[in-house]
T-cell receptor, first 117, second 111 residues
Framework: AQTVTQSQPEMSVQEAETVTLSCTYD???????LFWYKQPPSRQMILVIR??????QNATENRFSVNFQKAAKSFSLKISDSQLGDAAMYFC??????????????FGKGTHLIIQP | SQTIHQWPATLVQPVGSPLSLECTVE??????LYWYRQAAGRGLQLLFY??????ISSEVPQNLSASRPQDRQFILSSKKLLLSDSGFYLC??????????FGDGTRLSIL
């Protein structure tokens, strides 16, 4: 079974600074997807960014980028120019590609990101 | 555009009572549908997923069941709730190899 580990229960960053959230995973599969989701106090789960394992190029979405190291099974999220609205729980998630996209997500326990004004 | 509706937003139920949470998706056909539970201070745990009408896969043995009576409707049920069923329940949808998109969730408290 796959597992996802987020070793940082809480991170704090000054507004406008850059912060990196860590995620490692364990799998024996070669084809899979990785995701970062954001959960603000409203508790809605919002997709931040996704990465296909077969792609070597790291995904980028505006101020959000990932450092995907497949051999190390590492998938960190970098948030540049942090904003107050970035404050939330961030969850790393894994999805196998064996089910044609239908498989559920395996989540880490999350990192609580605090933005200091 | 696709939207997902989940209700109720909040529910308080006594132990031993039945449960029915509903989720519907608009703007897409034959979506994959999912139910997750989030315990306090923890990540999400997959409970059920469905790739089509009447097709339900269970990930965790528990006091809950799921049904998909229509293409874009997914229902989470229980005949008798336990205290351990308390939590935040989220429905999600996806199509083909796309990412999952979540509803706003239901906060379930068992008394």
């Amino acid at each position: 079974a796959q597992t996802v580990t987020q070793s940082q229960p809480e991170m704090s960053v000054q507004e406008a600074e850059t912060v990196t959230l860590s995620c490692t995973y364990d799998t024996s599969e070669s084809d899979y997807y990785l995701f970062w989701y954001k959960q603000p106090p409203s508790r809605q789960m919002i997709l931040v960014i996704r990465q296909e394992a077969y792609k070597q190029q790291n995904a980028t979405e505006n101020r959000f980028s990932v450092n995907f190291q497949k051999a190390a099974k590492s998938f960190s999220l970098k948030i540049s120019d942090s904003q107050l609205g970035d404050a939330a729980m961030y969850f790393c998630a894994y999805r196998s590609d064996s089910g044609g996209g239908a498989d559920g997500l395996t989540f880490g326990k999350g990192t609580h990101l605090i933005i200091q004004p | 555009s696709q939207t997902i509706h989940q209700w109720p937003a909040t529910l308080v139920q006594p132990v031993g009572s039945p449960l029915s949470l509903e989720c519907t998706v608009e703007g897409t056909s034959n979506p994959n549908l999912y139910w997750y539970r989030q315990a306090a201070g923890r990540g999400l745990q997959l409970l059920f997923y469905s790739v089509g009408i009447g097709q339900i896969s269970s990930e965790v043995p528990q006091n809950l069941s799921a049904s998909r009576p229509q293409d874009r409707q997914f229902i989470l049920s229980s005949k008798k709730l336990l205290l351990s069923d308390s939590g935040f329940y989220l429905c999600a949808w996806s199509v083909r190899e796309g990412p999952q998109h979540f509803g706003d969730g239901t906060r379930l408290s068992i008394l």
